[in-house]
């Protein structure tokens, strides 16, 4: 019986035993003269206390995880390729690694830290640039995060619910996306998980080490995604200093030395960057002063809670809880724009997360079982109350930050209510979070009505069975309950599997993709679904975007798509505020989109891509958050007597360049950062670069330069009016380039 176990027996005055396998102790090694089993033959097995399945099922989780999440891996091309880009130029020099600049040449930085970049990069260095080399290092992330959780839940609870709260974590639409898509959340996610993982471990035998080491997941964590890594840090803090063994003073020294450790952890990284030379690095890109705790603490930081983000994009929660990147309240992570990415086991892992706090109520204060439920349930409501409220930019996918805190609690207290079932509270509590679980997931698969109708119907008959069969789960034999827990657990996974099946199967690119089928989630940059219906809102990012040859994301060629769009988003390639024509149109196999109210990757009405996109309609220019389609013909222009040069060209914003940088190999200048309303370089800087023969050509449109988020006074109009008014211009195909060789007659 576990500690846990005796203090419950004591406080209710029941010896019956309560749930789950002792805590796991150290492995001890084999009497005098017994003979130690071969290595692998113990890696199999597992522990001895397990059933024979445990073992082989974990290792079949993983394997059908890790096959899963590379199926098509290569259709998303360089998937973002503002990232994409940063990798190219870090596995060519070792300055660009470090710093995270997107361009070798070394000119600005991304907009984050350059730590989630780093296993991609040496994945180029050794295999080359491509697809499989850059997005294989976020899929062993995903099987890691995987196994992280598994590990956690069965500590303290069954093998069963380990892979449960696996299952749950490798089918959860938004992971499926993020854990095969080049953004800083992957390593995020795992870093997160680490560190839920130690804190449980250190309230299980309070060895400091645990602390350090939960401490030096979120410092890494810092250098993936600045602020975020520490949202998590009040509940796991709070959980230790109550729940952790020994005195007061000797847990709040461990948590002290855990601060320690996540501030040289994430820290030495910040001391370097800000320490060094500004005129001798790269501009930290997304700053306004060129300084990386600005840009922590502003457009990284506070700007996204408060809206409030200098050179961005414009924040999003307005008087009435709406803005240009949804509504804010209570309801986000359920309503249309957020729902299908993270929500579909929500209400039942909050149902079970309640349950896994009752039951737990009376034990004594150490008790590791309830640590758990607190650490992995503090860290989802904390996540989940921020994101539904922060003003700022919010994007779907950041939701993928929930998926293992969620997986775990669902794993745990399904675990704890199915070893409990004899209770009929904890019978009708189980049954009750397969009801929640099923209608929930009715509801989403329901509001795309057209893709597999007959699925919601399976999935809410299915749960209403199987939560019948539960409620007498305790008062049955063990092969029917277990059918009924089956058949339950089937239901509320079947919609989830079935958006995931469907992200796998398809292309994402550019900077906001989202999950399943056409239609499902709708974030259009005015915070609503367009006018046209369904598929009136923006599809994964703005512009088109889809790699050459390839259709964009769900985008079906021919496929019509209507819808009036004015005011908040940028059909036709418009800025925000203008009224826009309707328009009527399809997605085309090269990867651009035409037309309104498409499913591909983009804005409805974007216009084709290098035709009145958001760059300012300058051809061949990329949106503000999606790439350019290079021709042959500009890429050859651009390639000629490259070596000459720091930088092969520039252009206004990040996507625009990057997609120049990826098609021909060498250097691009992003003039003013990712949104083109950086300061850098100024006016001044740029005319000495072009002095010194640095710069070959400049590439027209591009970025938002001037416009929201800026002024028409800002550096990039600056710069872009004084080439436009000294440079021959040069036109190749549908793109204009001026060379800034050769200035104008």
């Not at 899963?68 to 990798?87: E, I, P, Q, R, T």
């Amino acid at each position: 019986m576990t500690i846990d176990q005796q203090s419950s027996s004591s406080s209710s005055g029941s010896g019956t035993a309560v749930w789950g396998p002792p805590p796991t102790a150290p492995p001890q090694a084999p009497e005098a003269g017994e003979p130690k089993q071969p290595y692998l033959r113990r890696l199999w097995r597992g522990r001895p206390e397990d059933p024979r399945w445990a073992r082989p099922a974990l290792f079949g989780l993983l394997a059908a995880t890790f096959v899963l999440y590379l199926y098509n891996l290569s259709a998303s091309g360089y998937a973002n390729s503002f990232y994409s880009a940063a990798v190219q130029a870090g596995s060519r020099s070792w300055k660009a690694f470090f710093f995270g600049s997107l361009d070798a040449g070394n000119a600005i930085t991304v907009d984050k830290p350059s730590a989630f970049l780093w296993p991609m990069e040496l994945s180029v260095r050794i295999f080359g640039l491509n697809s499989w080399a850059i997005l294989t290092p976020e899929v062993l992330m995903g099987v890691g995060t995987v196994a992280v959780v598994y590990a956690a839940v069965r500590r303290r609870f069954s093998p069963a619910s380990g892979l449960i709260a696996g299952a749950v974590l490798a089918l959860t639409p938004v992971a499926a996306l993020m854990f095969r898509f080049n953004n800083p959340d992957a390593m995020l996610a795992l870093l997160m998980a680490l560190a839920c993982y130690f804190v449980v471990r250190a309230v299980e035998d309070g060895r400091t080490r645990w602390l350090v080491w939960a401490g030096v997941a979120i410092g890494f964590a810092f250098l993936a995604k600045t602020l975020q890594a520490f949202l998590i840090l009040p509940p796991l803090a709070i959980v230790y200093a109550v729940c952790g063994p020994g005195k007061l003073r000797k847990r709040l020294g461990q948590l002290a030395a855990a601060t320690l450790a996540l501030v040289v952890a994430g820290g030495w990284w910040v001391a370097i960057v800000e320490l060094w030379p500004a005129s001798s690095r790269p501009y930290i890109g997304g700053s306004q002063n060129n300084s990386f705790l600005e840009l922590t603490f502003g457009y990284n930081g506070l700007g996204r809670i408060n809206g409030d983000e200098t050179g961005s994009v414009g924040g999003g929660g307005g008087g009435n809880g709406s803005g240009r990147w949804g509504a804010t309240g209570w309801d986000r992570m359920f309503n249309s724009e957020i729902g299908s990415q993270i929500s579909w086991l929500l209400p039942a892992a909050l149902i079970l997360l309640v349950a896994g706090l009752w039951a737990t109520r009376k034990l004594r204060r150490t008790s590791v079982t309830r640590a758990s439920f607190l650490a992995w349930g503090g860290a989802l409501l904390i996540t989940m109350v921020v994101f539904s409220y922060m003003a700022g930019i919010f994007h779907q996918y950041y939701t993928v930050a929930l998926a293992p805190y969620l997986a775990a609690v669902t794993g745990m207290g399904a675990g704890l209510l199915w070893e409990k079932r004899r209770e009929l509270w904890a019978s009708i509590t189980l049954a009750a979070s397969v009801v929640a679980a099923a209608a929930w997931g009715y509801v989403l698969l329901n509001r795309t009505a057209g893709y597999l109708p007959w699925l919601k119907w399976l999935v809410l008959i299915g749960g209403l069975a199987a939560a019948l069969g539960l409620v007498f789960a305790g008062r049955i034999s063990r092969q029917p309950a277990l059918g009924a827990a089956a058949v339950g657990l089937v239901a509320a996974l079947a919609g989830p599997t079935a958006y995931t099946l469907s992200t796998v199967d398809s292309a994402h690119t550019g900077s906001i993709p989202t999950v399943g089928p056409a239609g499902a989630s709708m974030m259009g940059f005015g915070g609503g679904r367009g006018p046209g219906g369904g598929n009136g809102g923006m599809r994964g990012g703005f512009g088109g975007g889809g790699m050459p040859g390839r259709q964009s994301q769900q985008g079906q060629q021919g496929q019509q798509g209507q819808g009036q769009q004015n005011g908040n988003g940028f059909p036709g390639g418009g800025m925000p505020g203008q009224n826009q024509q309707q328009g009527n149109g399809s997605t085309q196999s090269n990867g651009s989109t035409q037309g309104q109210g498409q499913n591909g990757n983009g804005f409805p009405g974007a216009g084709r891509m290098g035709e009145g996109g958001m760059g300012g309609g300058m051809g061949g220019a990329g949106g503000l958050l999606n790439g350019a389609n290079v021709s042959s013909a500009a890429k050859s222009l651009l390639e000629k007597d490259a070596s000459k040069y720091t930088w092969v060209a520039a252009s206004i914003g990040s996507q625009n360049a990057a997609s120049y940088q990826l098609a021909t190999g060498d250097p691009v200048m992003a003039i003013g950062g990712f949104n083109g309303t950086d300061p850098s370089p100024t006016l001044a800087q740029f005319k000495q670069y072009v002095a010194e023969g640095k710069i070959h050509y400049f590439i027209a449109g591009g970025g938002m330069g001037g416009g929201m988020g800026g002024s028409s006074n800002g550096t990039s109009s600056q710069i872009s009016s004084w080439v436009q008014s000294t440079f021959k211009k040069v036109t190749v195909g549908s793109a204009t380039f001026y060379d800034l060789t050769q200035k104008s007659s």
